[in-house]
């Protein structure tokens, strides 16, 4: 509380308002990203982090504003725009695989085809994620090749199917 007061005294408005936005985002984001009830998905430790990495792009980009003046804005848009995240999201390339044709539009045959691919990707996925998306993708095939030939598929999982295993000969229509 001395403190504050020491502060309120002792610096320019600029100052004290960079503080109160970096104070406001910080406990924004520990607020957002932690709560009482969903403890499983944030911990306490990555919550400081975070809002601590955001405190510091505040109290970084309030500097250079002092230092650069309003042009700042045109570096922090290209900073921002030119991002590995920011690219990927605007180019439409999630993950490191390439995207696909949706399920529904690929034969048969290319859906066991991805089937089997898929398997060894997901042997050789490194992150949660990439492991996620993959896992989610046979999903869809399964489903799609359900719809198509449901005989067909739980013949094949009757059969003792395996992860890495292939469906092509329950299913008809090829």
Same mark, same amino acid.
């Given at each position: 509380?001395? +403190?504050?007061?020491?502060?309120?005294?002792? =610096?320019? !408005?600029? /100052? &004290?308002? #960079?503080?109160? *936005?970096? @104070?406001?985002?910080?406990?924004?984001?520990?607020?957002?990203?932690?709560?009482?009830?969903?403890?499983?998905?944030?911990?306490?430790?990555?919550?400081?982090?975070?809002?601590?990495?955001?405190?510091?792009?505040?109290? +970084?980009?309030?500097?250079?504003?002092?230092? =650069?003046? !309003?042009? /700042? &804005?045109? #570096?922090?848009? *290209?900073? @921002?725009?030119?991002?590995?995240?920011?690219?990927?999201?605007?180019?439409?390339?999630?993950?490191?695989?390439?995207?696909?044709?949706?399920?529904?539009?690929?034969?048969?045959?290319?859906?066991?085809?991805?089937?089997?691919?898929?398997?060894?990707?997901?042997?050789?996925?490194?992150?949660?994620?990439?492991? #996620?998306?993959?896992?989610?993708?046979?999903?869809?095939?399964?489903?799609?090749?359900?719809?198509?030939?449901?005989?067909?598929?739980?013949?094949?999982?009757?059969?003792?199917?395996?992860?890495?295993?292939?469906?092509?000969?329950?299913?008809?229509?090829?």
């Amino acid at each position: 509380m001395l +403190l504050g007061v020491v502060a309120l005294l002792l =610096l320019s !408005p600029e /100052v &004290l308002a #960079l503080a109160f *936005l970096t @104070g406001l985002l910080a406990g924004a984001t520990a607020a957002t990203m932690y709560s009482a009830g969903d403890t499983a998905r944030w911990t306490r430790r990555q919550v400081i982090t975070a809002a601590a990495a955001g405190a510091a792009l505040i109290v +970084l980009a309030g500097g250079l504003a002092v230092v =650069l003046g !309003p042009s /700042v &804005l045109w #570096l922090v848009v *290209l900073l @921002g725009g030119s991002s590995p995240p920011v690219v990927r999201w605007c180019t439409g390339m999630r993950g490191t695989a390439p995207r696909r044709r949706d399920v529904p539009e690929r034969s048969t045959a290319d859906l066991c085809r991805q089937w089997r691919d898929s398997y060894d990707a997901l042997r050789q996925a490194k992150t949660d994620p990439q492991r #996620l998306r993959i896992v989610m993708e046979r999903q869809r095939c399964l489903d799609e090749l359900d719809r198509r030939d449901p005989e067909g598929l739980q013949a094949w999982l009757a059969s003792a199917a395996s992860a890495a295993g292939d469906p092509t000969r329950f299913l008809k229509n090829l």
